[in-house]
């Protein structure tokens, strides 16, 4: 699935040959682009995810019916004294 997401570049088979000892610094080199990849994913899963839980948390929370009625109660009075 990364491999369709990079174009198919594949860096398995890079080396470098030092002496008699090579290197197969294309393994690490998908190995890092795989991580950064999957790092890139997950960092949006989770800002995509806190964008919706931010939207619902927005909303006013409605009133419980006892403030309901003190808000009556305090109207009422205020009526009164004019």
């Not at 030092?18 to 197969?24: E, H, Q, R």
């Not at 294309?26 to 839980?53: D, E, P, S, W």
């Amino acid at each position: 699935m990364i491999g369709i997401v990079i174009g198919g570049i594949g860096f398995g088979n890079i080396s470098i040959t030092v002496g008699s000892a090579t290197l197969a610094i294309g393994n690490f080199i998908q190995a890092i682009i795989n991580f950064l990849l999957t790092a890139l994913c997950v960092f949006v899963v989770v800002k995509v995810m806190n964008t919706f839980r931010k939207k619902k948390e927005e909303a006013p929370p409605k009133p419980s019916n006892e403030e309901v009625l003190l808000t009556e109660i305090r109207d009422l009075l205020k009526e009164q004294k004019k």
